[in-house]
């Protein structure tokens, strides 16, 4: 079982920045390909970013690409979403998930059965 806490979110505007962090629960944090995802209000969930399992390839939505940046701190079993230059179609609540295994480097939102509680992010024009 995988627990995932999400933090780092708030209240910015365009053009501002946010981290947002992710700590995990699971001793084989390092083992797990890991993912932010978002969820703009009434639309569908969507991938923002996801990192593999040792942290040397990423791969980012084109929406964010080149604005967000996904890393991860395996000693310290999180991972975090640096996000520039925000606008407000990035508005949404952010989640970061994990896989259903370990070494499963997947874009595939349905492929994630750990998800932590989500945090707002709004971008104010």
């Known amino acids: 079982q995988v627990q995932l806490v999400e933090s780092g979110g708030g209240l910015v505007q365009a053009g501002g920045s946010l981290r947002l962090s992710c700590a995990a629960s699971?001793?084989?944090?390092?083992?797990?390909?890991m993912g932010w995802f978002r969820q703009p209000p009434g639309k569908e969930r969507e991938l923002v970013a996801i990192i593999r399992w040792t942290g040397g390839t990423t791969y980012y939505a084109a929406s964010v690409k080149g604005r967000f940046t996904i890393s991860r701190d395996n000693a310290n079993n999180t991972v975090y979403l640096q996000m520039n230059s925000l606008k407000p179609e990035d508005t949404a609540v952010y989640y970061c998930?994990?896989?259903?295994?370990?070494?499963?480097?997947?874009?595939?939102?349905?492929?994630?059965?750990?998800w932590g509680q989500g945090t707002q992010v709004t971008v104010s024009s």
């Open positions: 699971t001793r084989t944090f390092s083992s797990y390909a």
């Open positions: 998930a994990a896989p259903r295994r370990t070494y499963y480097y997947t874009i595939n939102l349905y492929d994630y059965s750990y």
